[in-house]
């Protein structure tokens, strides 16, 4: 099983719509609300090289933001990173 992990914010529309798909997906991860939490901030700019939220990654493998989920997503890499089967999802 492949670990999802996802920086947000909670008042962030991406944040929430790039949990929605993955929810749509049937996949967990784990959320970090970075809203007040310096330390997770921290941490995800310095593993994504990034400021803005959502940052998304899977098995420690940077996927990117909400925009580049779903382009992973319609371009059939996310089934790929995610090891599940399209005609599944």
């Known amino acids: 099983m492949v670990k999802v992990e996802i920086y947000s914010k909670g008042?962030?529309?991406?944040?929430?719509?790039?949990k929605a798909t993955l929810n749509h997906l049937g996949v967990k991860f784990e959320e970090y609300d970075i809203t007040y939490n310096k330390e997770k901030a921290l941490e995800m700019r310095t593993r994504s090289n990034r400021q803005t939220v959502p940052q998304i990654f899977i098995d420690?493998?940077?996927v990117g933001g909400n925009d580049d989920l779903h382009l992973a997503l319609q371009s059939g890499q996310l089934h790929?990173?995610?090891?599940?089967n399209s005609a599944n999802a």
Do not use: G, M, T
């Open 11 to 18: 008042y962030c529309p991406y944040c929430k719509n790039s």
């Open 60 to 62: 420690d493998y940077h």
């Open 80 to 84: 790929k990173l995610l090891k599940i």
